[in-house]
């Protein structure tokens, strides 16, 4: 027996998104979300996200901004301990980036 598949004749086309999602989606990386988080709220593939991610370099502006954080709230008194407890870092990453705002400060 031969079965009849049945076609639309649309192909497989590629979802488009908005210039308004990708900055959603960068804006919610920046903040600390993972891509499986920011895949969830955006609707939009993790890979997608991901290639955004890479070729945008959100990685290095999202390091900038939190060795910022960082430095801004050991400045204003808190200990590494308690910096890690607000930003949900470990102590030792909190220590690597505030060693490196500090450098980029006295540089």
Do not use: C, F
Not at 20 to 43: D, F, H, M, P
């Amino acid at each position: 027996m031969n079965k009849k598949v049945k076609t639309t004749g649309k192909l497989n086309q590629r979802n488009t998104y908005t210039l308004e999602v990708k900055a959603n989606a960068k804006r919610l990386y920046l903040i600390g979300l993972t891509l499986t988080e920011i895949s969830k709220i955006t609707e939009a593939p993790v890979r997608t996200i991901e290639k955004w991610q890479i070729a945008e370099k959100w990685k290095e502006q999202r390091e900038t901004t939190l060795g910022k954080k960082i430095l801004d709230l050991h400045l204003s008194g808190k200990t590494y301990k308690d910096i890690s407890a607000i930003l949900n870092k470990s102590t030792p990453t909190i220590w690597r980036y505030l060693k490196i705002a500090r450098n980029e400060v006295n540089n």
